[in-house]
């Protein structure tokens, strides 16, 4: 399931790509041998698509599937040229059992983990027990703003407790996720890595600093209206536009490699 804005989508695409661990990369590819079949779970508009098509052979063949059909007419229109690319729409949360994930298939997503619930990524896992795993750029909690305001931390408290809010899949793990299904992986017999994949924004990333100022922002205020969100808020986008502002946002990326 996606829904999200493709300006957003746009806006990021560079930063995910840039903060991507290319050891799990290459072992992903290694894994997927000569002929590589992948399955791009909620592929938006084909970042992950645009990110990992160079790393593989020419021989690839992509299932990419999201829930909007706004974002997959934008994935048809962009995707790389000589290799072959089906898209469908499927709703992820009700449908993940017609997903053809057969053993040795690929099965990646960015940025979807942590929008899900523990029953749905354990569904997943048990699919892709015969399956060869990448999820990349998956939130684990960590915001860490220079210089700091005495209201971070209830900021980021209160938009992580909206990470844990139902985004389709039942109540979301949020910044739990990505350590959920690795252990629940390595319990059934898979080889896990995982890598960080920070966000680390400065000086010279003011537009997706201005944009993070205003999502957690908004974000922290449905969970808890009695925040002083609109000090905060300009605080932290006047910070920005005098270049004083630097924000990591934590992430992790999953590699699991079946028994």
């Given at each position: ?72 007419e934008q994935l048809e229109a962009t ?139 908004g974000a922290a205020g449905e969970i ?36």
């Amino acid at each position: 399931m996606s829904g999200f804005d493709p300006t957003w989508l746009a806006l990021r695409e560079a930063y995910d790509h840039a903060v991507r661990d290319v050891g799990l990369t290459k072992a992903f590819v290694k894994a997927l041998g000569p002929e590589p079949r992948l399955i791009d779970l909620g592929c938006g508009t084909g970042s992950n698509l645009r990110y990992l098509a160079p790393h593989l052979p020419k021989t690839q063949r992509w299932l990419c599937i999201d829930y909007d059909p706004i974002l997959l007419e934008q994935l048809e229109a962009t995707k790389p040229a000589g290799i072959e690319v089906e898209t469908r729409c499927l709703d992820l949360a009700a449908s993940l059992d017609d997903v053809p994930i057969e053993p040795g298939v690929g099965v990646t997503a960015a940025a979807l983990l942590d929008l899900a619930s523990a029953a749905w990524l354990e569904r997943l896992a048990e699919h892709c027990r015969e399956a060869v795993m990448l999820m990349t750029v998956s939130f684990d909690g960590r915001i860490i703003w220079g210089p700091e305001n005495p209201a971070d931390a209830s900021v980021t408290d209160a938009f992580c407790r909206h990470q844990r809010s139902d985004k389709g899949f039942g109540p979301a793990l949020g910044p739990n996720a990505a350590e959920h299904i690795a252990t629940y992986l390595q319990r059934h017999g898979h080889q896990v890595r995982l890598a960080p994949s920070d966000w680390i924004f400065g000086a010279e990333d003011r537009r997706i600093l201005d944009a993070m100022i205003d999502g957690i922002a908004g974000a922290a205020g449905e969970i808890d209206p009695y925040l002083s969100l609109e000090t905060w808020r300009a605080q932290r986008l006047g910070q920005a536009k005098t270049s004083e502002l630097s924000l990591t946002i934590g992430h992790l990326d999953l590699l699991a490699l079946p028994a």
